[in-house]
């Protein structure tokens, strides 16, 4: 047995893995909650910034994400946002700091906020974003890097980039063209234009609309339904859906079946279908 100094993987007093993120004990900027059925709820915690993400938020969502990871107790992950607005967006003062560095380290920088994004994106637990108001600029890319957007009609949606003469340059040029189009992408980029909840749902940029005091509702009633579902398989197909918009038809299908190829050797397969030869409900394990 190795010495505590000696251990090449530092896990917490849970058993998770740390893993190369800084470790945050104490929450300044989210709030979270997990519901017994094992639903992990995270509130952007700035009000009085709307939300905004600054670098110790972002350090603060990256790590209750990367334990998520590992936590089979956690089954969906919802975001959204305390107060009058889902997300604002970057800190101005962090944007004041990282556009003063040079060009090589502002690339670094920012890299980690991309990271962010790229880290919901890539967990194979489904996560969804309830959009209780404002959401702009960063707060649109870290909704869209969710798999699923709930909206309250009072939601709008910015990206107000060229108003400061840049562009949204954390996942909207890129992960936006092909869930509204191209056009709507330029309209939203180009003429910095906001798009109201209800134009949201018609184009596609959110998968439902509610009224405010039913949004959190009838989105953990839909978490609610995908913990019904096998975990292994929402995974993988979350993986497969994502890498097909980057690749041709061929090694699409190519990767469809690689995928199921892994997913029929699962205890849920077989549970799925004794199932349904039995006329039941599955019961799901993840295994």
Same mark, same amino acid.
């Given at each position: ?137 960063? !707060? +649109?890319?870290? =909704?869209?890097?969710?798999?699923? $957007? @709930? ?7 910015? /990206?107000? %980039?060229?108003?400061? !003469? +840049?562009?949204? =340059?954390?996942?909207?040029?890129? $992960? @936006? ?7 709507? /992408?330029? %309209? ?24 405010? %005091? ?74």
């Amino acid at each position: 047995m190795s010495s505590k100094s000696e251990q090449s993987v530092v896990l917490d007093e849970r058993g998770l893995p740390v893993g190369f993120l800084g470790r945050v004990t104490d929450f300044l900027t989210i709030a979270t909650e997990q519901t017994s059925d094992g639903i992990f709820i995270i509130k952007l915690n700035r009000p009085n910034r709307l939300n905004a993400f600054d670098e110790q938020m972002i350090r603060e969502m990256r790590s209750v994400i990367w334990k998520a990871n590992f936590d089979d107790t956690i089954r969906v992950i919802v975001i959204t946002g305390e107060g009058r607005a889902f997300c604002s967006g970057r800190d101005i003062n962090g944007l004041d700091y990282e556009n003063n560095l040079e060009t090589p380290g502002y690339r670094a920088y920012v890299r980690a906020n991309h990271e962010l994004f790229d880290d919901i994106e890539a967990i194979e637990k489904p996560v969804i974003a309830a959009v209780n108001g404002i959401c702009a600029g960063g !707060g +649109v890319e870290m =909704a869209i890097a969710c798999d699923f $957007r @709930m909206a309250s009609s009072n939601a709008t949606f910015l /990206l107000p %980039e060229n108003q400061l !003469g +840049v562009i949204p =340059a954390s996942g909207a040029c890129s $992960r @936006m063209i092909q869930m509204i189009g191209i056009g709507r /992408l330029k %309209e939203m980029v180009m003429a910095a234009l906001p798009v109201s909840a209800e134009e949201a749902y018609r184009i596609g940029l959110i998968n439902r609309l509610f009224s405010e %005091e039913e949004l959190l509702p009838q989105t953990m009633a839909f978490a609610r339904e995908l913990l019904k579902r096998a975990p292994q398989a929402m995974g993988m197909g979350k993986h497969i859906i994502n890498m097909c918009q980057n690749v041709d038809t061929e090694t699409g299908r190519l990767l469809e079946r690689l995928g199921q190829s892994v997913l029929i050797r699962t205890h849920d397969n077989k549970e799925g279908m004794t199932s349904f030869r039995e006329k039941r409900r599955p019961h799901f394990t993840g295994k």
